[in-house]
């Protein structure tokens, strides 16, 4: 389907596919508008975990089990350290209390039901059934000098995008911070059991996970608190938390405004990414039906404040869909608007979507790809083309969702 775009009426004949769903009905508002889902539905929350406490509060909970306050200390280097919640691993703690400690701080939270791995191993993505039965999922990547894991944050999503997989169900629930840490101590215990593969000799990182991107389910900045909290456990000097640089976490959003606000405030620096994949309100009203609620000016000028307060330079993350929003125009009018809020503060990642013939989202030409990129770079926009590592196992961004595959591979673990 195309139609002459409105937005610009000088550019009357370009061609302009519009978002719509394929194969499944967008669940609307009382006034037709794609229906948005903020509050997580009540559904029973999962067992309390040591990482959801604070340093004193497992220091508490330790002496309410009975055990001297130290403990706390010894199960979270167990934890946090050595990736175990295996009480036979923890020869340090009392024999006789090891099991019920360990059923008390650190209860099972993420059973996996599948792993699947591509580029000769070098990425893996994990599926795993939350205590509810509710599906999630990580993917897992090596690059040279560093290891990203792509983290969910929530149950399904509520933000309702019409190409993504993950908002099609809407929100089933908001994860706990344990179960968003959890996702990470798992796969750090996979890479020191010698499961990721591809290193390469002259590789001297460290193996373990370096790098995470909250581009897995879920809208991040929806479940605030409890990112917020799963990022300072991330932050924390081992063996309090996970010891990881807050350079290296990315929290991105669709542009919930003022939790973008809120995040400048926190005083740590992770790296900040706005999804905007299109600079017009005309065309992202339709991709993306948050932006009913904050507009592309609002978005960018609490990105542009994000970059003032922090001083951490702001990634744009754009999909590029063919005939959709990979107009040249557009690169010149995110340009325009990218360089009306200052210089040196932003760069654009635009993303190649996974080519999908007679679907309208599929992925551009490399030509009107290689063009977009130039124009952006030639107005003084430092702009990359991003890795989509992933997509061969349906990891890509947008695209984690529970198959009924999956679902049939999970009611088998019982
Ligand atoms: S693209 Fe992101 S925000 Fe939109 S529905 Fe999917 S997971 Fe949610």
């Known amino acids: 389907m195309t139609e002459t775009s409105p937005a610009r009426p000088a550019n009357t004949g370009v061609r302009q596919t519009r978002p719509r769903t394929e194969g499944w009905t967008q669940k609307k508002d009382a006034e037709g508008r794609p229906l948005l889902q903020f509050a997580s539905p009540k559904r029973g929350k999962p067992p309390v975990h040591l990482a959801d406490m604070t340093p004193p509060e497992r220091v508490e909970k330790v002496k309410e089990l009975g055990l001297p306050g130290f403990r706390a200390k010894q199960l979270s280097t167990h934890y946090f350290t050595h990736y175990t919640s295996d009480p036979a691993e923890m020869t340090d703690l009392p024999a006789a209390q090891r099991e019920e400690l360990v059923a008390g701080m650190l209860p099972p939270l993420l059973t996996e039901v599948r792993q699947l791995k591509t580029d000769r191993g070098d990425t893996i993505k994990f599926l795993w059934r939350l205590h509810d039965g509710a599906l999630v999922e990580s993917v897992l990547m090596r690059y040279p000098g560093r290891i990203t894991l792509c983290v969910s944050s929530q149950a399904g999503c509520g933000m309702n995008c019409p190409f993504c997989a993950t908002g099609q169900a809407g929100l089933t629930r908001n994860m706990s911070t344990a179960e968003i840490i959890e996702q990470i101590v798992r796969a750090n215990r996979l890479i020191a059991e010698g499961g990721l593969g591809g290193k390469k000799s002259d590789d001297h990182s460290m193996e373990r996970v370096s790098n995470i991107v909250f581009m897995g389910m879920g809208e991040p900045l929806a479940n605030y608190k409890r990112v917020m909290d799963a990022v300072r456990i991330m932050v924390a000097d081992q063996p309090n938390g996970l010891g990881m640089s807050a350079r290296g976490i990315t929290v991105s959003t669709v542009g919930l405004v003022p939790a973008i606000r809120k995040l400048s405030d926190e005083g740590i620096p992770v790296t900040f990414a706005l999804s905007l994949h299109a600079p017009d309100d005309h065309l992202r009203d339709e991709l993306i039906p948050v932006n009913s609620k904050w507009k592309v000016d609002e978005a960018l000028d609490a990105a ?29 009018l995110l340009a325009e608007k990218l360089n009306e809020r200052g210089r040196g503060w932003v760069h654009v990642n635009p993303i190649p979507l996974n080519p999908t013939p ?12 290689n063009e977009f990129v130039r ?3 030639d107005a003084g926009i430092p702009t990359t083309l ?13 695209q984690l969702v529970a198959t009924t595959e999956d679902e049939a591979a999970a009611a088998q673990l019982g």
Request: hydrophobic share 25%; net charge neutral.
């Open 375 to 377: 124009r952006l770079n």
């Open 386 to 398: 991003r890795d989509t590592r992933g997509k061969e196992i349906d990891g890509a961004c947008g």
């Open 358 to 369: 007679e679907s309208v989202w599929t992925a551009s030409t490399r030509e009107v790809t």
């Open 304 to 332: 542009r404040e994000y970059y003032e307060k922090t001083g951490r330079r702001v990634s744009i993350e754009y999909a590029l869909i063919k005939d959709m929003n990979d107009h040249g125009w557009r690169a010149d």
